[in-house]
């Protein structure tokens, strides 16, 4: 009996592997050059009349004596511009970007989730979608958005149906966050500052590391591994401490969190 | 007359010279449908038989494809463009100008290129998204998608030197300030942090590297010129090589069978 069964299963086996992988291919051509040629032939018809009927912008010639106000990067770099207003320009322009390099490169390994390979599911990879929405749409969609729509004149606020102006004036109430609490001595501000910065990575890096254990279990951990982790949380937590300072500027007028000679953030 | 056609049309179809450049017959096979895709350099980028679901629109989306397609219209437009177009703070604003208003349609390559390049841009995050959206980075594709994300950067960085070349006010500001950070990275530029262990200074530090001298001018024009019309080009190329390479090598992406 044990015989046969392993030998009717060989034969499943085999029977799977000859009407297998490769049974449901169809002919390159026609199938899918036929679909690439029609693409192609609608988006070089919508490329043409578009470019009939709207020109290319040409302004003035180069004056480098004369900045426009406002002045600014073109539309896919105006999500960067647009955190220079929450951050200095080393972080909004340099680290922020190698950051976001480097966080793309990385997701084929730090996802080991094997589900959801080649075919579109929101149930069997959530947390990986809600992330990666969080950082495309959110963060870098909607700041360019900001940036393109909302931006004027002194890159201040203003509605689409507002007038530019200007010469419009906003009080600079900004205080930086030790201030705001109440330090004036310079160097408790500093060591203020540090401590809430690196309480936030360490305590929002505790957090997570028992939120997936909570989700996922210990074993899912171990086989993670620790570079994959931490690696993931400390992006995330990049991702979130963005948001964070957003808020502290629009809701509290924050300028810094921390404060010293050499660097602010 | 129609039979003096069809025998025309055998003896064009059976010479030495048609059978060097034509392999088979269009007739509908199976073996004509492979040779079709195999015997031909641009379409063998394909393999000759795909799965049926990498056919579908509301797969792939195209946006590989179109994102491709739009490199190939600045190219074709751009090499349009480089024949009236001089790289000297001089004359290259009046060249913009000559090149919309005398030459023959010198307003549509320009205004394709430049539509086309933020196409690209626009196509080819969309089809970033698709390809997480299917998890098609997943193994065996991690490296592409690596690769993928170096395109992305190149493409940036290709819509982002072309925008100084017509010379007006929008390029010259537009790169400043996009540039600008350049000066801010620590340790290698003039206002960043840490700048003094490098003694890097306003004309020698990271954003002079990249404009070519201490101010946006003419020696930049030069610079982003170059990298626009041939360094970023051929980097680009090369990895395109091997995005599609790897494709081709990986398999496609799609449900487990
Ligand atoms: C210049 C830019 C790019 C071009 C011209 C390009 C072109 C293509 C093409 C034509 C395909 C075939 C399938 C399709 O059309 O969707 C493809 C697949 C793929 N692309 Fe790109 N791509 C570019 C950038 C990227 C980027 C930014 C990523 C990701 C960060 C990426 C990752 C991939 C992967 C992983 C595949 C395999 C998909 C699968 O097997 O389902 N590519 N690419």
């Excluded at chain 1, 749409?137 to 530019?164: A, D, K, M, Q, Y």
């Excluded at chain 2, 393999?47 to 074709?76: D, E, Q």
Aim: charged fraction near 15%; glycine fraction near 8%; hydrophobic fraction near 50%.
């Amino acid at each position: 009996m044990a015989e046969m069964g392993s030998a009717a299963t060989r034969v499943e086996v085999t029977l799977k592997k000859a009407t297998g992988p490769g049974d449901d291919k169809v002919h390159t051509w026609p199938n899918l050059v036929r679909a690439e040629f029609l693409c192609t032939l609608f988006v070089m018809i919508f490329l043409l009349l578009w470019s009939l009927l709207v020109d290319a912008p040409l302004e003035e010639p180069a004056d480098p004596g004369r900045t426009p106000n406002p002045s600014k990067a073109p539309w896919y770099f105006l999500g960067l511009q647009e955190i220079l207003v929450f951050f200095d320009p080393w972080h909004a322009g340099v680290v922020a970007p190698t950051f976001i390099i480097m966080g793309l490169m990385v997701i084929p390994y730090i996802d080991i989730n094997p589900k959801g390979n080649g075919y579109y599911t929101f149930k069997e990879r959530k947390y990986e979608i809600i992330t990666f929405i969080f950082g495309f749409h959110v963060l870098w969609i909607s700041t360019i958005i900001i940036g393109t729509f909302v931006r004027g004149p002194g890159w201040n606020w203003f509605w689409p149906w507002e007038v530019w102006d200007a010469h419009l004036v906003e009080a600079l109430t900004n205080q930086d966050l030790p201030y705001l609490v109440g330090i004036r001595d310079y160097w408790t501000a500093a060591v203020f500052g540090l401590s809430l910065i690196i309480g936030f990575f360490v305590l929002g890096t505790a957090a997570m590391y028992w939120w997936v254990v909570w989700l996922k279990g210990r074993e899912f951990m171990q086989r993670w591994g620790a570079a994959r982790f931490f690696l993931t949380s400390f992006l995330t937590l990049n991702m979130i401490a963005v948001v964070i300072k957003m808020l502290l500027r629009h809701i509290l007028n924050v300028k810094y969190i921390l404060v010293t000679p050499w660097i602010n953030v | 007359m129609s039979s003096q056609f069809d025998e025309l049309k055998r003896q064009v179809m059976e010479s030495q010279v048609w059978q060097s450049i034509f392999r088979h017959g269009y007739e509908d096979t199976p073996r004509n449908r492979i040779l079709m895709v195999s015997g031909n350099v641009w379409l063998h980028l394909h393999p000759s038989k795909v799965r049926k679901h990498a056919t579908r629109l509301r797969f792939t989306w195209c946006m590989g494809g179109i994102t491709f397609l739009m490199y190939l219209v600045t190219v074709v437009t751009g090499v349009y463009l480089m024949f009236y177009y001089r790289p000297v703070a001089e004359y290259a604003y009046a060249d913009i100008k000559y090149l919309e208003f005398d030459m023959p349609f010198g307003m549509l390559m320009r205004n394709m290129h430049r539509w086309a390049a933020h196409g690209m841009v626009i196509a080819v995050w969309l089809h970033m998204f698709r390809v997480f959206m299917t998890g098609s980075y997943k193994p065996p594709r991690e490296f592409n998608w690596v690769v993928g994300v170096l395109l992305l950067v190149l493409t940036l960085l290709l819509s982002f030197t072309g925008y100084l070349l017509p010379w007006d006010q929008l390029a010259i500001w537009a790169v400043s300030v996009g540039s600008n950070m350049g000066r801010a990275t620590p340790l290698l530029g003039y206002e960043g942090p840490f700048n003094e262990v490098l003694g890097v200074n306003p004309i020698y530090d990271a954003r002079a590297f990249l404009f070519g001298g201490g101010e946006i001018g003419a020696h930049t024009l030069l610079r982003f010129y170059i990298l626009h019309c041939i360094f970023i080009p051929l980097v680009t190329s090369l990895f395109l090589a091997v995005h599609f390479w790897r494709i081709r090598r990986d398999g496609f992406s799609g449900p487990a069978l």
